[in-house]
């Protein structure tokens, strides 16, 4: 592809993010002159591919590991002045970081050193910040811990959600890695400084599969409403009720307290009202098992929940 930028850039990176950023760095034209995929086996590769040949941008993939002889070599052979990295599941060994003269710039969606980690979105919402960011910053051999590059600071709307913070948050990684490798086209030397030491917020995963996305009932009403939407649509809150899950989307609070124990439905005219630690959760729309997405006065309607009825059993 014709490219009005001389600066040669490897691409690394699995969508959603890496499909947004690149998708703006060809845009722009910035000369790409290799793209690393994630592993065949993530479900994200066929995409990525898919996307990287539609723009006729060469692939550089690997069959195990990227510390492989023929991997290196292939990516030794671009010649690459910086690679940029959105969103990667894996460690890069030392031998990786080694192909690429002007370092690896990692794009992470929160403002380091603070919320380390691959799920940033959520986290920040359920600890009720009001603002995030986007951080460049050299690779190392850990995960976020590279000498800062650039910082740019984005506020968290009241209502948002994981959705809607992923979103925003992918275009402005977009736009800030144009605006570094446009900086970088015209001065090769890069200022960076260190993060500082300490202790921080992490962002780890929140997964199903050990039940980190269930809900605590005794928990304030105010933080289980800040939980549902940090999941919310990727992950989903969830509870049991009558013995079937139930994915909670969106809801409600008053931190007014009802008297039943947490978890307890407390309210079942007009809005589903179920009882915490502190306040009610008005839960909005849900999935209850295996049924489509309803609001709460629908759900209300069809399975005819009483005051009393136990949430999380």
Known sequence: MDSKYQKRVLFVGMPDMALVCLSKLVSDGFNIVGVVPPHKSDATYNLMCSFTKS???PLITYENSLDEIDFI???RQLNADIAVVCSYN????????????????????????????AN?????????????????????????????ILQHKVPIDKKETMGTLFNKMNYICAQSISKFLQQYEMESEIVSYP???GE???APAIESK??????????????????????????????????????VYSADFTEKKSKEAPGSICSVKDTLGVS?????????????????????KDFIQKFKPQVGEKMGV
């Open 55 to 57: 723009v006729k941008l």
């Open 73 to 75: 070599h292939k990516v």
């Open 90 to 117: 894996k460690k890069f060994p030392p031998e990786f970081l080694k192909t690429v003269k002007g370092g690896f710039v990692n794009c992470h969606p929160s403002l380091l050193p603070e919320y380390r980690g």
């Open 120 to 148: 940033p979105y959520s986290h920040v919402i359920i600890n009720d910040e009001k603002e995030t960011g986007v951080t460049l910053h050299f690779m190392d051999e850990n995960f976020d811990t590279g000498n800062i």
């Open 195 to 197: 993060q500082p030491e």
């Open 200 to 202: 921080f917020k992490k």
């Open 210 to 247: 050990n039940l980190k996305n269930f809900i605590d009932w005794e928990k304030d009403a105010a933080y289980i409403e800040r939980f549902v939407r940090s999941l919310n649509p990727f992950i989903s809150a969830m509870t049991n009720f009558r013995g079937v899950f139930v994915k």
């Open 276 to 296: 915490t630690g502190n306040g009610i959760l008005f839960i909005k729309s849900l999935q209850f098992g295996s049924y489509m997405i309803s609001d709460a």
